[in-house]
């Protein structure tokens, strides 16, 4: 599975959009890009996935570049519940999930 | 649903104990998994399992062994606990069908050796 890289901690204002960058260089075709947040040690949950296409969800949206190297989550309201550690994966649909370090957000007032 | 559940939420154990780290799932999913969380770091994948009697290692499977009998469960078995196996235990499910191979997570086991 490719690997990714994330900054490390991104701060957002309250109310306004959180745009979370992710770099996949070494992406292969058959790979997709799924998000998860973890909140303050509680277990992962999944925010959204794609391939190619733009996708969104009732949670957040997904950019994902034409050459498919680099994606952006958005979360367009962010609120103080949103503060969280946001992993972006990239694997083959084979199941297993490798987590980077991901970027920490913090929403502030 | 209960979705993915674990047991016990806590533990303490002395060096030498062993314990199992019991998982379930109510949703039918086929996948399910262990990971670890070491403090500032992110999850490290140690077993997983496709379905019922198969089972294969992820990246930190040394000191752990799992079996899966039935669909539903997954426990998780330290033999010599060390503490370097001092970690928060994440037990996750995913399905097989269509597209998404979303993970269902549980809420973790914190156990603490020494």
């Known amino acids: 599975d490719a690997k990714t890289t994330q900054p490390p901690s991104m701060d957002c204002a309250e109310g306004r959009a959180a745009n979370l960058p992710c770099n996949h260089s070494?992406?292969?075709?058959?790979?997709?890009v799924y998000w998860y947040r973890q909140i303050h040690s509680q277990g992962p949950q999944y925010i959204i996935h794609?391939?190619?296409n733009n996708e969104t969800n009732e949670m957040a949206s997904l950019i994902i570049t034409e050459d498919r190297k680099s994606s952006t989550l958005i979360l367009p309201h962010a609120t103080l519940r949103d503060t969280a550690v946001y992993y972006c994966?990239?694997?083959?649909?084979?199941?297993?999930?490798?987590f980077g370090q991901g970027t920490e957000l913090s929403v502030k007032p | 649903n209960a979705g993915v559940t674990q047991t016990p939420k806590f533990r303490i154990l002395k060096i030498g104990q062993s314990m199992t780290l019991q998982c379930a799932q109510d949703?039918?999913?086929?996948?399910m998994y262990w990971y670890r969380q070491d403090p500032g770091m992110g999850l490290k994948l140690i077993y997983y399992?496709?379905?019922?009697?198969?089972?294969d290692k992820g990246e930190v499977p040394n000191g752990y062994n799992v079996s899966r009998s039935t669909t539903e469960d997954f426990p998780l078995r330290l033999e010599l606990a060390a503490p370097s196996q001092t970690s928060v235990y994440f037990c996750?499910?995913?399905?097989?069908?269509?597209?998404?191979?979303?993970?269902?997570f549980g809420p973790g086991t914190r156990l603490t050796v020494t």
């Open positions: 070494t992406i292969s075709g058959n790979e997709y």
């Open positions: 399992s496709v379905g019922a009697g198969i089972t």
């Open positions: 949703m039918n999913h086929n996948y």
């Open positions: 994966i990239v694997h083959n649909q084979g199941g297993k999930l490798i």
């Open positions: 996750a499910s995913s399905t097989t069908s269509g597209s998404s191979y979303e993970q269902y």
């Open positions: 794609g391939l190619k």
